[in-house]
C-alpha cells in the first residue's frame, strides 16, 4: 500500500507533481484493493487512479515503476500491480519479478522487498539514473524509460549508456577469420592469441532470413558487431551489435533479421585473449519459418485428458513455439519438455523461455540437457482486445538434441487461477448460501410449523440456478443499448460481472464454481459452529448448574440501556468493536438455550423412565384409583415440557442460522477492528468509521431477535413476505457485492430486520 500512498500524494492540492521525477514500487495493488472490504478504500483507489487519468498530461514527467511477485505472491496478485499505460505519454513500466533481468524468480509479498537480485538491479538503475552534472536523479525522462527498460526489461549484459558510438574501431593484431558456413560453433579455453570470425552475410541473405549468435562469456564486453558495405574480409570499423544482445541466465543472445540490416556486409564476432576462461560461441543462420511451429493449446474442458504435441526434430539452436489460442487468465496448462541428445557428452544448459508479448510476464527455466522439464502456462493479465499478439515458448536448445513439447490442460492450475483471481468474492457466495437456507427455514417454519436444520436445509435450498440465470441474464442484456439507458435511467449500479467481463477476468462458469465452493464452506462452517457449540455447552453442564426454559420479552428497560450503551460504545470509539460485542453477546446466549434444551431433555428422559416404572409397579401392586390421576397429570405435565422443548429446538435451530450470517459480517468487518486496535493508544476513537451507522442497526436488530422465539415468528402477517425476501436479496448480493464486499452486510440486514418486524407485527 505503500506504493498507493505515493501515487496519493499528486492528488493533494498543495502538493507540487515536480518535486517527483521517479515512483518505484513493489508488489503494490495498483488497479484495486485486494479485498474490498471498505467503501474508503474503494472510493480512495477510484480517486487516486481517476486522478492520474484525468491529469496525464501534468504527470508527464513522472516515470513510474512497478515490479510485481508473480505467482509467488498469494497476497496481491500481479495483475492488481500493474500501471495503466496511458496514450499521452509513455511513462509507466510495469514487469513481475521473472521476468527481470539478473532476478528471473518469482517472489512472495514479503521477500520481494529483500529479495538480492531485485534490490541489485534497483541499485544499479539508481547509479545510471543520476545525472553527472547536478549529481540528482536526471531530469530527462526518455534517460530514466531507457535506463529501467535497460535494468527491468531487457538487458544486453553492457555496462549502460545513454549515446554509445555508432561506430567501433576493431582494433588489436587479431587473427581474421571468414566462416562461410551456415552453422558455426568454437569454444574458448586458454586462447592466448585474438581473433575476429567474419560472416559474409551476401551468401546468406537469399536463404535465410534471420541470424542468431549466442556466447556463454556472461562479461559486459562488447563481442559481436557489423562491417558496413565492407569488400574485404576485414574491416577496421563497424557498428557495434552488441546492444541488440539480450542477457539469460547461462548465455548471452542476439537474433538479428538481415532485412533490417541491408547496409551490413559482414557480421564480425571477437574473440579476445584469454586467460583460465572457457566459453562456447554459436551462431547460425535460418529461415524464421522453419524455426516456428505452431501449437494449437487445448480446450478449458479437456481436463488434461487430451494433449497437444509437437516434435522438434531439427538441429537448430532456436526454435519458436507459438501458443495458439492462449489469451485468457482462466485457461492454465502444463507444458512438458522432453530433449533428446545423441551423445552423453557435457553440453550447455537448454533454455525454456515463456514469452508474453502484451505484458513483461515472461518466466525462465534452466534444464539440462537431456532432461524431462514440467512448465507451468498461466496468464497475469488476459490480451488486450487490440492486440493480436500470440504467446511463445522460446527454447534455446542445444544443436545436437531433438525435443518434444506436449501441452495439457492443468485443471488444479485452472481452479488456482479462479481463486487467484476471484478469492477476494467468496464471502458473497458464503452469505448468498446461508441467506437462502434461512429463507429456506422461515418457508418451512410456514409449511410446517417446524424449523429445520442448518445443514439438511442448506443442501435443499442453496441451488445455483436460483440466483445465476437471472444475473447472466442482465449481464447479456446489458451489451445492448437500449437496456443500458433504462438501466441507468433507473439509477441502479453497473453489475459487478459485467465489470468483469469488460477486463476480461470473468466468465461464466467462474460464477458457478465459486457458488459451489461458497455451498461447501458454508456447509463445513455450519458443520464445525454446531460442533463448537456442543462442545462448549457440555462444558457448560459440567461447571455450572443450568438454569429452567423460559420465553423472554422482546424488550425490556435492562435491554434498551444495553442498546443505548452499545450504541454510544459504537459512536465513540468503533462500530466493529460494538458489533464484536454484541456478537459474544448473541453466542453466550445460544450457547445458554443449548445447555438449558439439553437439560430440559435429560430430566424429560429420566421421568419418562420413571413413570414407566410406576406403572410397572402400580400393575404388580394394584395401585388403587389415586395413583391413576397422578400417572395422568404426570404425563400431561410430560406433554407440556415436550412442547417447550420443541420450541425451543425450533428456536435454536434459528439462532444458530442467524448466528452464522453473522459470523461473516464480524469477518467483514474485522479489518476495522484490528486497524483500530492497533491504533489505540493514539486515538480511542476510529474516525472514519465505515460501518459505525451499520454496528448501530445491528445492534438494536439483534437485541430483540436474541429474545425472540419461533411461536412469535410464526402467528406474524409479515412471515411469507421475509421468507421470500432472502431469495432477491441473495441475487442482488451476487450482482452488487462481489465488487463491494462492504455491501454485504446491508443485505443481511435488511433480511434480519424483517424478521424483527415479525416477531413484533
Given amino acids: 500500500m505503500g506504493g498507493l500512498v505515493a501515487r496519493a500524494l499528486l492528488t493533494l492540492k498543495n502538493f507540487k507533481p515536480e518535486l517527483i521525477n521517479l515512483l518505484i514500487t513493489q508488489a503494490t495493488p495498483h488497479v484495486a484493493p485486494v479485498m474490498p472490504l471498505d467503501k474508503y478504500l474503494t472510493d480512495f483507489y477510484t480517486a487516486v487512479n481517476n486522478h492520474w487519468i484525468l491529469k496525464a498530461q501534468d504527470l508527464r514527467n513522472l516515470t513510474t515503476l512497478s515490479v510485481a511477485g508473480g505467482f509467488r505472491d498469494y497476497q496481491v496478485r500481479s495483475g492488481l500491480a500493474f500501471l495503466p499505460r496511458l496514450s499521452q505519454h509513455d511513462s509507466a513500466l510495469s514487469v513481475v519479478s521473472s521476468a527481470v533481468p539478473r532476478a528471473w524468480a518469482s517472489t512472495d509479498h514479503l521477500s520481494i522487498v529483500w529479495c538480492k537480485e531485485l534490490i541489485l538491479a534497483t541499485i544499479r538503475a539508481f547509479f545510471d539514473l543520476i545525472d553527472e552534472n547536478t549529481r540528482q536523479i536526471t531530469e530527462d525522462p526518455k534517460k530514466r524509460m531507457s535506463v529501467l527498460n535497460h535494468h ?20 588489436g593484431l587479431f587473427m581474421w577469420i571468414t566462416v562461410k558456413a551456415s552453422k558455426w560453433t568454437y569454444s574458448v579455453y586458454n586462447d592466448s592469441d585474438g581473433k575476429y570470425f567474419t560472416f559474409p552475410l551476401a551468401s546468406h541473405r537469399k536463404s535465410y532470413s534471420h541470424v542468431y549468435c549466442e556466447n556463454s562469456m556472461l562479461d559486459t564486453s562488447s563481442w559481436i558487431y557489423g562491417c558496413m558495405n565492407s569488400n574485404s574480409s576485414m574491416c577496421l570499423e563497424a557498428t557495434d551489435l552488441s546492444w541488440r544482445a539480450e542477457l539469460l541466465p547461462t548465455t548471452k543472445v542476439v537474433i538479428l533479421k538481415l532485412q533490417d540490416y541491408p547496409s551490413l556486409s559482414h557480421i564480425v564476432i571477437q574473440v579476445p585473449p584469454t586467460v583460465g576462461n572457457k566459453y562456447t560461441l554459436d551462431c547460425e543462420f535460418f529461415k524464421d519459418d522453419s524455426r516456428t511451429v505452431q501449437l494449437p493449446v487445448t480446450h478449458l474442458f479437456s481436463f488434461g ?8 526434430n531439427s538441429s537448430g539452436l532456436l526454435y519458436n513455439v507459438q501458443l495458439q489460442h492462449f489469451n485468457q487468465v482462466y485457461q492454465a496448462f502444463k507444458i512438458y ?44 493479465i488476459a490480451q488486450p482486445q487490440n492486440d493480436s499478439s500470440v504467446p511463445e515458448l522460446k527454447i ?10 506436449i501441452l495439457k490442460t492443468s485443471l488444479l492450475q485452472v481452479l488456482g487461477q479462479i481463486i487467484r483471481f476471484h478469492a477476494g468474492t467468496l464471502p458473497v457466495y458464503i ?24 445443514s439438511l436445509e442448506l443442501v435443499r435450498t442453496a441451488k445455483p440456478y436460483k440466483v445465476e440465470p437471472l444475473i447472466s441474464i442482465v449481464v447479456f442484456l446489458q451489451g445492448f443499448n437500449w437496456f443500458r439507458e433504462i438501466w441507468e435511467s433507473l439509477s441502479l449500479p453497473e453489475v459487478d460481472a459485467a465489470v468483469l467481463s469488460s477486463r476480461d477476468a470473468w466468465f461464466p462458469l467462474v460464477s458457478l464454481i465459486l457458488f459451489l465452493f461458497g455451498t461447501g464452506i458454508a456447509y463445513w462452517s455450519g458443520v464445525f459452529f454446531s460442533t463448537s457449540l456442543r462442545l462448549f455447552s457440555s462444558l457448560w453442564l459440567t461447571l455450572i448448574r443450568p438454569t429452567a426454559l423460559q420465553k423472554d420479552k422482546l424488550i425490556t428497560p435492562r435491554r434498551l440501556c444495553r442498546v443505548l450503551s452499545l450504541a454510544l460504545v459504537s459512536w465513540t470509539t468503533c462500530g466493529a468493536f460494538a458489533v464484536f460485542i454484541i456478537y459474544l453477546q448473541y453466542l453466550f446466549k445460544v450457547i445458554k ?6 437439560a430440559e431433555q435429560n430430566m424429560l428422559n429420566g421421568n419418562s423412565d420413571h413413570s414407566k416404572e410406576s406403572s410397572q409397579n402400580s400393575s404388580i401392586h394394584a395401585i388403587k384409583n389415586q395413583s391413576s390421576v397422578d400417572g395422568i397429570s404426570e404425563a400431561t405435565q410430560s406433554l407440556s415440557n415436550s ?42 476513537r476510529l474516525d472514519p468509521d465505515p460501518c459505525r451507522s451499520t454496528a448501530i442497526i445491528i445492534i438494536c436488530i439483534l437485541e430483540i431477535l436474541m429474545n425472540s422465539s419461533t411461536s412469535e415468528v410464526k402467528s406474524s402477517k409479515l412471515l411469507k413476505i421475509a421468507a421470500k425476501v432472502p431469495l432477491p436479496l441473495s441475487v442482488a448480493m451476487l450482482a452488487f457485492g462481489r465488487m463491494h464486499l462492504y455491501k454485504v452486510p446491508h443485505f443481511v440486514t435488511f433480511s434480519l430486520l424483517l424478521h424483527v418486524l415479525c416477531c413484533i407485527v
Avoid at 305 to 312: E, F, G, P, R, W
Fill in 152 to 171: 527491468f526489461v531487457r538487458h544486453p549484459a553492457k555496462i549502460f549508456e545513454e549515446n554509445p558510438e555508432a561506430f567501433t574501431e576493431l582494433t
Fill in 431 to 454: 452469505v448468498s448460501n446461508i441467506l437462502l437456507t434461512y429463507g429456506g427455514q422461515l418457508s418451512t417454519l410456514i409449511s410446517t410449523g417446524q424449523c429445520s436444520d442448518f
Fill in 643 to 684: 412442547a417447550t422443548i420443541a420450541e425451543a429446538v425450533n428456536n435454536f435451530k434459528m439462532h444458530v442460522t442467524i448466528l452464522n450470517l453473522f459470523t461473516w459480517i464480524v469477518l467483514l468487518n474485522l479489518p476495522s477492528l484490528i486497524y483500530w486496535l492497533k491504533n489505540l493508544r493514539y486515538n480511542v
Fill in 305 to 312: 485428458l487430451t494433449s497437444s504435441k509437437i516434435q522438434l
Fill in 396 to 405: 534455446y536448445s542445444s544443436s545436437d538434441c531433438q525435443y518434444e513439447v
Fill in 593 to 598: 438455550l443449548n445447555v438449558n434444551i439439553r
Fill in 337 to 380: 519438455i522432453e530433449s533428446h541428445c545423441q551423445s552423453l557428452k557435457e553440453r550447455k544448459p537448454s533454455v525454456y523461455r515463456l514469452h508474453i508479448p502484451w505484458s513483461h510476464e515472461d518466466s525462465i527455466i534452466v534444464a539440462k540437457a537431456p532432461s524431462f522439464t514440467e512448465i507451468s502456462a498461466k496468464l497475469h
